[in-house]
């Protein structure tokens, strides 16, 4: 399973991650089915450039033709003037195997826990703060997340 050995990896190379998106909403109880697997990483140049590194290695290729310094050094111009809110990478061979690190957070600023799936230690984003980070996006999908997730 692409999540599984993604976040092994993730582990592996002791990167500072948790999931959010449709994955996260899943792991804290509500239904929700997703193929992308969306990230928040502590916002470094060093994360970044190691995170892109370990997705090379996985056949993980930036859909945009954009490294870890651009996204690090010219995120508020990403955000603000070209509406890019994540850096997606994806596999040519295995096109449903995508990423996105959502670039408009910093896990600094964010709590997680830790849950076990598969005997696999996996960081997801704490419930509240998915919740605020779905508020601020808006998207329909999100807002249907939102009612799931305070219903729990």
Do not use: C
């Not at 692409?2 to 993730?10: A, C, E, Q, S, T």
């Not at 990230?39 to 090379?56: I, Q, R």
């Not at 195997?97 to 704490?126: E, G, K, M």
């Not at 009612?147 to 729990?152: G, I, Q, R, T, Y």
């Amino acid at each position: 399973m692409f999540l599984i050995n993604l976040v092994k990896k993730l582990n592996q190379n002791k990167l500072p991650y948790a999931l959010v998106g449709g994955h996260a909403v899943a792991f804290h109880g509500a239904v929700r089915g997703t193929m992308d697997v969306d990230l928040v990483l502590k916002w470094s140049l060093k994360t970044l450039e190691d995170t892109e590194a370990l997705f090379k290695s996985m056949n993980l290729l930036p859909r945009l033709p954009i490294t870890a310094k651009d996204v690090f050094h010219f995120k508020e111009e990403y955000i603000n003037n070209r509406n890019l809110i994540a850096w997606n990478f994806y596999n040519p061979i295995k096109p449903s195997q995508q990423v996105d690190i959502i670039i408009t957070h910093d896990l600094s600023t964010l709590d997680f826990v830790t849950v076990n799936y598969q005997q696999t230690p996996i960081r997801i984003i704490a419930k509240k703060d998915l919740i605020q980070m779905k508020k601020q996006s808006g998207r329909q999908q999100d807002l249907l997340d939102i009612e799931a997730l305070e219903k729990l």
